[in-house]
């Protein structure tokens, strides 16, 4: 994992704008003490995809002053992938008001953080004008999630470019060490769910305590993967009868949460399903 930290300073910076003590005069007469953004922490594991350790209030300039955090590619772009607030305080929450221009990442927090934000504060409403934009993503405390492609790895690579597989299996066996429980994860689409009975197996074979079947949500540019990536009527109730099968041949034994599919390819698509500046037409299923 490479991390940049992109501000060290607390709340307020330095210089702070309502102090003359002497590391801020000293900050702004550029006399030995260096001037400081507020804390913040960009962190990727393949070198592509970011995330950022909490939003600063500085966030617009922390991104400016780090070249790899710039879009490339498209016109459209950022490889900040999601934020990871590690709380509610402002420090560390205002700078999602600065992301807010329409370019979907995901949020994880604890579901008091996000209600704090969403619920009781109107202002942060503004990242809720289009779905997706901020993807609420809550977190549990003490319960890893191991997002997982496929138990196959061709599959995987077909999916993601290249397949995790081994690592994820090694990452639980550390978590399983540690005596933390375990959530695993996989996303259920077209292509993988035929093996919706191996993922379970592979589920117990980790020692998860808990896992997730979540059908792939189709919002925003996903939509464009639609009419790959979205199952039949039938392939969606064969899983349905799969799921409730293996409920209770585990029942007690490792936890199913399922997450139904919101949409088929035959039922169209929710208006807000849309990405950014498409026709409504265009995003339609078949
Ligand atoms: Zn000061």
């Known amino acids: 994992m490479l991390a940049i930290v992109l501000g060290s300073a607390a709340g307020g910076g330095v210089p702070q704008w ?39 209030p500085d966030i617009a300039r922390q991104i400016e002053d780090t070249a790899k955090l710039w879009p490339a590619g498209a016109r459209r772009h950022s490889p900040i992938a999601g934020v990871v607030l590690t709380n509610g305080d402002l420090d560390h929450c205002l700078g ?3 992301l807010r221009e329409w370019t979907p990442f995901s949020l994880y927090a604890t579901a008091p953080t996000l209600a704090g934000l969403f619920e009781q504060n109107a202002m942060f409403r503004t990242l809720d004008r289009q779905r997706p934009h901020a993807v609420r993503r809550p ?5 890893p999630v191991a997002p997982l ?9 077909a999916v993601a470019g290249r397949c995790g597989l081994d690592r994820k299996r090694e990452f639980a066996r550390r978590v399983r060490a540690l005596g933390a429980s375990l959530t695993v994860n996989f996303v259920l689409h077209r292509g993988n769910l035929e093996r919706l009975d191996q993922f379970i197996d592979l589920a117990l074979e980790l020692g ?11 919002h925003g540019w996903a939509v464009l993967n639609r009419r790959t990536l979205s ?5 969606i109730e064969a ?3 799969t799921v409730a099968r293996a409920a209770r041949r585990h029942a007690g ?5 399922y997450v139904t599919p919101e949409i088929t390819a035959e039922a169209g698509s929710p208006d807000h399903g849309r990405p950014p500046g498409s026709s409504a037409g265009s995003t339609r299923g078949r």
């Open 239 to 241: 899983a349905d009868r």
């Open 96 to 98: 999602l008001l600065s």
């Open 139 to 143: 977190l549990v405390l003490g319960d």
């Open 18 to 56: 309502n102090c003359a003590c002497d590391n801020c005069q000293a900050a702004r007469r550029d006399d030995g003490v260096r001037r400081r953004t507020q804390d913040c922490v960009a962190v990727t594991a393949d070198g592509r995809r970011w995330f950022l350790l909490n939003a600063s």
């Open 208 to 218: 998860a305590d808990r896992v997730e079947l979540a059908h792939t949500q189709y």
């Open 149 to 157: 492609l496929d138990s196959d790895a061709g599959a995987a690579v």
């Open 231 to 235: 199952p039949s009527p039938a392939q």
């Open 253 to 257: 034994v490792i936890e199913l949460v």
